[in-house]
């Protein structure tokens, strides 16, 4: 297969642990933007850090806010955007599997990975032959380290973060797991009383997790000891993605304490909220406390914001102490939009999580730390900027050549990252930032200030400032009224029918997507369609498939993964295919034996 890859070089431009023990609400001291770096270091390999949130909404920060909100208490978070690089449009996709594999890779979802695959899928993930953006950074001298959700495949040992340059991780595999326990949530593949834990620690599972823990304090302790433990006569890269705020919205009492006032907010999506799909029962709350009466999704979410910013602040704090600030570079950006029905706002972008539109796909992402050039902090930059983009402008700080040499031998699609630091660092203006054309799926099309959708796109609506709420429509509504066309004037359409012809959007100015302008601007529309039909040629999903050679036989790759779980991990998650037969052993001799129906070695 041919791969036909198309970039125009032109831009057009657009309008903690101790904040815990003193009871503050993540407040952190300006001082911490004070620490800048001289033209010298900045000449130096710079630290990065790497923040990738959950589900975080446009709206669910507070400098998206025009006005306060005494909901969104985000002051760590405010203040390094403020202090540093606003990117008013950074997309990833619209669900967080293909926006995770496409940083790591260094492609756009459409050259790697199209579908948001379970944990247990033999295709998840980034293909093994793609060189990961770890292996690039570890190569050029970084010292590398994975914290939180990995979710780019873990059916080999070559899919986890270890083989794919990061020296130490500590995270889990699947979409979510429990805030206490670390419990795999998405096993019911593996039978209705499955007890599985899904935690891993590098080279195994952890197999002592205290319950009575909260798992993101967990990752905040391996952080920042990682950080005291560094030795800075070598760059640090630190990936950190945490499980903030994706459901279930697990939140310790404190934090939730701290938005009492919102225990009388009307949220329609309370039971939505507390069933399997996104609180699991019995361990909604520590072990030993007594479960709510009443979920509240909103009220959840914007505490467990709260608790990731006073983490963050943690993070800071750490780094300064060790005066490793001033040549920091710290990367902040969601995943993909915040979910209009599990407490997360978009305002006032359209659509959120799981959608197309402009809500779905256009992150909320900043760059700060004392690495950034003093005159570009305070800046907002319009141009575009896709996730991807990070592999080869990571690349670029790290002297690393960003080329794919594996992946070219294997037939695999080369990298779509493009270097933007000249445009973050303010050598060229957003009118010559390297990105235009973005291809978001065979659907949607970005072109500069023009976005062309085709097909039928469902959660076609606007949420409020504060949403979940009242007026929130429930999932059955959000998926199942179809309006046709959009005219901008009908706010309640959920599910819009562009039809083959296509919608037209400029969303240079019209960024919420409220007027639809194909017939004003036709040939737009259609010169935008061939694109995309020529690009689709190209495009490509991993088809890599292990073999199922580390079971009994005759399961399928879902039986196969609960089996292993079960009785090769000692119930944690953990590959299932092509077990190294050195690791074999080894966790032979853990369990005293070879468990029944396990072969020898």
């Not at 948001?116 to 292996?135: F, I, Q, R, S, Y």
């Not at 659509?351 to 730390?369: L, N, Q, T």
């Not at 700080?397 to 794919?404: R, S, V, Y």
């Amino acid at each position: 297969m041919r791969f036909f890859v198309a970039t125009l070089f032109v831009c057009l431009p657009l309008a903690s642990a101790l904040q815990r023990e003193s009871g503050s609400q993540g407040s952190l001291s300006t001082s911490h933007l004070d620490g800048n770096a001289s033209s010298e270091e900045r000449r130096q390999t710079p630290h990065i850090i790497f923040i990738l949130v959950d589900d975080l909404g446009w709206a669910d920060v507070g400098f998206h806010l025009k006005e306060p909100n005494p909901e969104v208490v985000t002051p760590t978070i405010d203040r390094l955007a403020k202090g540093g690089i606003r990117l008013q449009r950074h997309y990833v996709h619209h669900s967080c599997q293909q926006t995770r594999v496409s940083v790591q890779s260094g492609r756009l979802p459409v050259h790697v990975k199209w579908h948001n695959d379970p944990w247990h899928a033999a295709l998840g993930g980034m293909p093994t032959k793609m060189t990961g953006m770890g292996e690039k950074l570890r190569d050029a001298g970084y010292s590398t380290h994975f914290v939180g959700k990995w979710d780019i495949g873990m059916a080999t040992h070559a899919h986890l973060p270890r083989s794919r340059g990061y020296s130490t991780s500590l995270g889990y595999f699947e979409k979510s797991n429990s805030q206490w326990g670390s419990k795999c949530i998405q096993c019911d593949v593996c039978g209705e009383d499955a007890n599985i834990t899904d935690l891993w620690d590098t080279d195994g599972p952890v197999t002592d997790v205290d319950e009575t823990e909260y798992q993101e304090f967990k990752f905040e302790k391996r952080i920042n000891d990682i950080i005291w433990q560094h030795d800075k006569s070598n760059p640090l890269f630190l990936f950190y993605a945490p499980h903030v705020a994706h459901c279930p919205l697990q939140v310790p009492k404190e934090y939730l304490d701290k938005f009492a006032f919102m225990s009388t907010v009307n949220d329609s999506q309370t039971e939505s909220c507390s069933t399997a799909g996104h609180n699991v029962k019995g361990i909604n709350t520590k072990p030993g406390e007594p479960q709510p009466e009443q979920w509240n999704c909103r009220r959840q979410y914007r505490a467990s914001v709260n608790l990731l910013d006073d983490i963050l602040a943690s993070i800071v704090q750490t780094l300064k102490k060790r005066s490793m600030w001033r040549k920091t570079l710290f990367v902040f950006t969601s995943d993909n939009g915040g979910p209009p029905n599990s407490g997360g706002t978009n305002f006032p972008l359209r659509g959120g999580k799981e959608m197309m539109w402009e809500g779905g796909i256009r992150a909320a992402a900043f760059v700060s730390g004392g690495f950034v050039p003093e005159e570009q902090r305070g800046k907002t930059l319009g141009g575009i900027m896709h996730i991807t983009d990070w592999y080869s402008t990571l690349s670029h700080l790290a002297g690393a050549n960003p080329h794919d040499t594996r992946a070219e031998m294997a037939g695999l699609p080369p990298i779509d990252s493009l270097n933007h630091w000249d445009w973050l660092s303010g050598k060229v203006m957003d009118a010559e930032c390297p990105r235009q054309e973005l291809p978001v799926t065979d659907s949607v099309l970005i072109n500069g200030p023009w976005k062309f959708m085709r097909g039928v796109f469902a959660h076609g609506g606007w949420q409020g400032i504060n949403s979940t709420n009242n007026t929130t429509p429930d999932r059955g509504t959000l998926s199942g009224v179809l309006l046709g066309r959009t005219d901008g004037t009908a706010h309640g359409s959920q599910l819009i029918d562009c039809g083959s012809e296509g919608c037209l959007f400029n969303v240079h100015d019209d960024w919420t997507e409220h007027t639809e302008v194909r017939e004003q601007h036709p040939e737009v529309a259609k010169n935008m369609a061939r694109r995309l039909d020529q690009l689709a040629i190209g495009f490509y999903d991993n088809s890599e498939a292990p073999e199922l050679d580390s079971c009994p036989e005759g399961l399928s790759t879902s039986q196969c993964a609960c089996w292993m779980a079960t009785n090769f991990y000692g119930g944690h998650l953990g590959p299932f295919k092509g077990v190294p037969t050195k690791f074999y052993a080894q966790r032979l001799h853990a369990l005293k034996g070879s468990p029944a129906g396990l072969p020898a070695v």
